[in-house]
């Protein structure tokens, strides 16, 4: 069981020089975690590449420079569940419209949110009035 009460949050500025600190906030996370048991080498590829993915796809996809030029991430962990949202200013799209990646013709984009849905156990994504939300659960046990 993890103990851990970690809560961070991070506003980052909409380029791609950023998501190595991204990802390396995840890589943090499982460091910190006194009693994590499972296998913690896993769990912090899986956070490095699902808040790199995430934020890479705010900055391709859904930042809108009128409104504004950054994402923010909050990560909180309570009571064995990890809980990322990312945030967005962008025209949204509809989570359960996003094809499966084509294996047989892979391309350079498309995977992230395959990967973000097969690592983690819940993937959701929201508009709401002032911005989108894509809200992704891991629990550790």
Do not use: W
């Amino acid at each position: 069981m993890c103990s851990s009460v970690i809560q961070v949050d991070v506003v980052v500025p909409t380029h791609t020089k950023y998501l190595d600190l991204i990802g390396s906030i995840g890589e943090r996370i499982v460091k910190e975690l006194d009693d994590f048991t499972g296998d913690r080498e896993a769990l912090a590829y899986q956070l490095n590449l699902v808040l790199t993915e995430a934020t890479a796809n705010v900055i391709k996809h859904a930042n809108d420079a009128q409104r504004k030029d950054t994402v923010r991430i909050s990560i909180h962990l309570r009571q064995d569940v990890l809980h990322i949202k990312v945030y967005d200013h962008g025209q949204g799209f509809d989570l359960d419209k996003i094809p499966a990646p084509d294996f047989d013709h892979p391309s350079e984009s498309g995977m992230g949110l395959f990967f973000i849905r097969s690592m983690m156990d819940s993937v959701t994504y929201t508009r709401q009035p002032e911005c989108n939300v894509l809200e992704i659960i891991k629990y550790l046990k």
